[in-house]
C-alpha cells in the first residue's frame, strides 16, 4: 500500500507557491494602507500610524496611474477585438477548407508565436519612424492587435475543426453562403474558444511591457507596466511607498477580477478545445 502519492510532491511544490503568492498579495494590500515610515520599520500589518485610503486617491492622481491603467484598457480592450476580429475568419478557413499553401500558412503562424519582441522591434520602429506613427497610441493599437493574431488563429482552428459539418451542411440546403455560415452559425457556436482567447489576449496585452517601453515613450502613451516603473524611479525622491503598493494593487485588479470571475470559462474554453463534437 503506497503511503505517499506519486503526485504529493508536485502538490507540496503547488501549495508553497500558492502560499508565497496568497502571502505576498496580503502583505502588498496592507502597505498599500500604511505609510512610508510603517513600511520601511517592517509594521505593515500592525497599522502604528493608522490606515491610509488616501493612497489611492494620490496614487490615482499625482501618480498618473489613471493615464496608465486607460491607456492599458484601450489597449487591451481595442487589441482583443481585432486580433479576434482578424484571427476568427482565418482560423475558420484554416480549419474547414483544404487547399494549396495551407499547412505553409499555419507553419507560419506557429513561426510567428516563437519569434521574440526583441527580434523584429527594430524593423518595427523604424517603419513606424518612416509612417509618422511614433510617439502615438495608434502604433501600440496596431502591434497589439496583430502580434496577437499567430496565436488567437492558432488557439481557435481548434475549436472550429471540432465543430460538426452538419451545421455548414444543414446551412447550405438552405441557401446560405459560405460567409453567411460563419457569421451566423459557426461562430456563435466557437464562443468558449472565442471568450477564452479573448480573455488571454486582454490580459497578455494588459501585462506587457517590452514594446510598450519602446513605442509609448512618453507618459501619456504608456501602459500600466513603464508607467509603474516610472512611478517606481520617482519613489527615490519622493518616498512615498505606500502610494506606490496602492499603484500596483490599482494595476493589479482588473487581471485579479478576471481570474475570480471568468476562472471557469477560462478552463471550459481550454478543455473544450481538445473535446471532439
Known amino acids: ?48 500610524e493608522g490606515i491610509h485610503p488616501e493612497n489611492f486617491a494620490r496614487a490615482w492622481g499625482a501618480n498618473n496611474i489613471s493615464v496608465f491603467f486607460f491607456n492599458s484598457a484601450l489597449y487591451s480592450v481595442v487589441g482583443t477585438f481585432f486580433s479576434i476580429l482578424i484571427s476568427a475568419p482565418a482560423a475558420y478557413v484554416l480549419a474547414r477548407y483544404t487547399f494549396i499553401g495551407d499547412k505553409a500558412i499555419k507553419s507560419g503562424f506557429i513561426m510567428a508565436m516563437s519569434l521574440p519582441s526583441i527580434m523584429i522591434v527594430l524593423p518595427l520602429f523604424s517603419l513606424a519612424t518612416q509612417l509618422h506613427l511614433t510617439g502615438t497610441k495608434i502604433i501600440l493599437l496596431i502591434l497589439y492587435s496583430c502580434m496577437a493574431v499567430p496565436f488567437t488563429t492558432i488557439f481557435l482552428i ?24 460563419f457569421w451566423t452559425i459557426m461562430l456563435p457556436l466557437a464562443q468558449p474558444g472565442i471568450v477564452t482567447v479573448g480573455i488571454f489576449n486582454f490580459m497578455n496585452i494588459w501585462n506587457e511591457y517590452f514594446m510598450s517601453l519602446v513605442f509609448g515613450s512618453s507618459s501619456k502613451n504608456m501602459s500600466v507596466g513603464p508607467g509603474l516603473k516610472s512611478v517606481l524611479a520617482s519613489m527615490q525622491y519622493t518616498g512615498d511607498w505606500g502610494g506606490l503598493f496602492a499603484a500596483v494593487l490599482i494595476v493589479f485588479l482588473p487581471t485579479f477580477l478576471i481570474y475570480v470571475f471568468l476562472s471557469e470559462k477560462i478552463i471550459a474554453g481550454v478543455t473544450g478545445g481538445g473535446i471532439k463534437g
Do not use: C, H
Open 158 to 181: 481548434t475549436f472550429f475543426a471540432n465543430l460538426s459539418k452538419t451545421y455548414e451542411e444543414a446551412a447550405a440546403i438552405d441557401g446560405y453562403s459560405p460567409m453567411r455560415t
Open 1 to 48: 500500500m503506497k503511503i505517499v502519492n506519486e503526485k504529493t510532491p508536485g502538490y507540496i511544490l503547488l501549495s508553497l507557491w500558492v502560499l508565497f503568492t496568497i502571502v505576498t498579495l496580503i502583505w502588498i494590500a496592507f502597505a498599500s494602507l500604511s505609510t512610508s515610515r510603517a513600511i520601511m520599520q517592517g509594521k505593515v500589518f500592525t497599522f502604528p
